[in-house]
């Protein structure tokens, strides 16, 4: 759904690649089983352009994934450069490119096992031959298909990558690593933080001054993305204003692509806030992405879903 909030004007792009290879441990999956004709309807139904990449050859798939890449890279660029020729305020939705990717469950490894197809199946998903400290009867069997990937013609006797293999891999500011865009370490950029003494609440005579805790947030929030207008946002999944943080709209918006109506509230296609879509999860999600690149951002969500966002 991301879609519906990037504008090509300020915003970076996404290419999304669906993964299909029809199982899960022990269940088909639901996109797998769907035809192209009805999961291209589903996908330009939800706003995007399918690219459909399928086979089973390894020697005809990573020239047909190339060339695939290379021409939706290209139609990205051209959503950007086309709408980069009117403000960013004009812009309407346009349709990104998504790759759907339909290969077999378990590519490349056994066939069969135990007289059960593996390849292509549920069994694929997790060890297709059971060897264990305890149980080392197929050890030869896992051994020969492990050695069916050719390891020689990658490491040496030390283990080591050999030097061709190094040769092609991506070396200095090459590597995905040193990205700033993928490790805001690199180059973060600085908050502007404002002076929170303005808005502190005068408790100095009990009942004298009533507010509200979180209007009071509200309008410091507003007052950080009035210094910081390209490096701060907030996110959430539609409970900004139950939040009591609708302060923060006396300064921008919320950004959305799509159609917008007059009975809308605070829709705009520029806007610091993201919080068109009800997701805890997704929301934290573009935190989460925002803030690698170096930036700065928060979520107010519920205590509950908060506990559902925490890695155990």
């Known amino acids: 759904m991301s879609n519906n909030f990037i504008n090509p004007v300020n915003d970076g792009a996404i290419l999304p690649i669906l ?21 291209k309807k589903y996908f330009e139904g939800m706003g995007w352009k399918p690219y459909f990449v399928e086979g089973d050859d390894p ?28 403000s960013a305020e004009e812009v309407k939705m346009p349709h990104w490119p998504v790759i759907i990717f339909r290969t077999p469950k378990g590519w490349s490894g056994p066939e069969t096992w135990d007289k059960e197809q593996v390849a292509g199946t549920f069994r694929a998903h997790q060890v297709p031959i059971p060897v264990d400290a305890e149980h080392m009867e197929y050890a030869k069997d896992l051994e020969e298909w492990l050695k069916s990937y050719d390891p020689e013609e990658l ?33 973060p950029k600085s908050l502007d933080m404002p002076d ?22 509200g ?32 300064v921008t918006n919320r950004q959305w692509v799509e159609p917008r109506e007059l009975s809308d509230e605070w ?46």
């Open 19 to 39: 993964h299909l290879n029809g199982a899960k441990i022990a269940n088909p999956t639901i996109l797998a089983r769907k035809s192209d004709e009805d999961l």
């Open 59 to 86: 020697e005809n798939m990573h020239p047909l994934m190339a060339e695939t890449l290379d021409n939706v890279i290209t139609e990205i660029q051209s959503i950007q450069q086309e709408a980069r020729q009117k």
């Open 155 to 187: 490491f040496d006797e030390n283990g080591k990558i050999i030097d061709s293999i190094k040769e092609i891999s991506p070396k200095g500011n090459q590597r995905m690593s040193v990205n700033p865009i993928t490790n805001g370490g690199l180059d």
């Open 196 to 217: 929170w003494r303005k808005h502190a609440v005068d408790t100095s005579t009990h009942g004298a001054h009533i507010d509200q805790d979180m209007m009071v947030l």
């Open 219 to 250: 309008d410091f929030i507003a007052d950080i993305m009035e210094n910081n207008p390209t490096n701060f946002r907030a996110f959430g999944p539609d409970e900004t204003k139950s939040n009591r943080l609708n302060n923060m709209f006396k």
């Open 267 to 312: 829709q705009s296609a520029v806007g610091r806030v993201i919080d068109g879509q009800l997701s805890e999860h997704q929301a934290e999600g573009f935190l989460e992405g925002y803030v690698l690149t170096g930036r700065h951002g928060f979520l107010p969500a519920m205590k509950h879903s908060c506990g559902s966002l925490i890695p155990c």
